[in-house]
């Protein structure tokens, strides 16, 4: 009886360390939503070029290349993927400035008095808002992670469906 249980026991283990070391693995090579966008997002250079993409809108908010996609309270322009930082071109911005439902896209928000509020890269799972106002942040977002604080607010999302 005493062979059994320390048979079971060491076969129970060799499982609970397989297993342990297979998630390790799989963390390794298929990192989540929330490492990926704090790593796209959140290194020291991303929060740089996010920061000059940002005063960039801020200094030119009404340039013809910012085109409307949407109108209402505020509207949303189209950041162009040619004024991305070349860190983010590859992934985000779109060729069609007129492309307004598309995922991996920037966009620029702004008020009513078309004052600019704020920057967005929309993704399908995780994305990144930045804004000189702490309180902004799109009301969609599932789980927020804050990157960088103060003068630019970075804030990066993470769909609520990841566990």
Request: aromatic share 12%; charged share 20%; glycine share 6%.
């Amino acid at each position: 009886m005493k062979r059994i249980t320390l048979t079971l026991l060491a076969i129970v283990g060799a499982l609970t360390l397989l297993i342990f070391a297979f998630q390790l693995l799989m963390h390794a090579f298929f990192p989540t939503f929330a490492e990926m966008a704090k790593g796209q997002f959140g290194t020291p250079e991303a929060v740089a070029q996010i920061s000059a993409l940002y005063l960039k809108i801020e200094a030119a908010p009404k340039d013809p290349a910012l085109v409307v996609v949407s109108s209402g309270k505020g509207k949303t322009r189209n950041v162009p993927k040619s004024w991305l930082p070349k860190r983010f071109s590859s992934m985000w911005g779109v060729d069609s400035p007129n492309a307004a439902d598309d995922f991996d896209v920037v966009h620029a928000y702004f008020d009513e008095k078309d004052a600019f509020i704020g920057i967005e890269f929309v993704g399908s799972r995780y994305g990144c808002f930045a804004s000189r106002d702490a309180t902004r942040c799109p009301s969609y977002f599932g789980t927020l992670h804050r990157l960088a604080e103060k003068p630019l607010f970075i804030t990066t999302w993470v769909a609520e469906d990841e566990k």
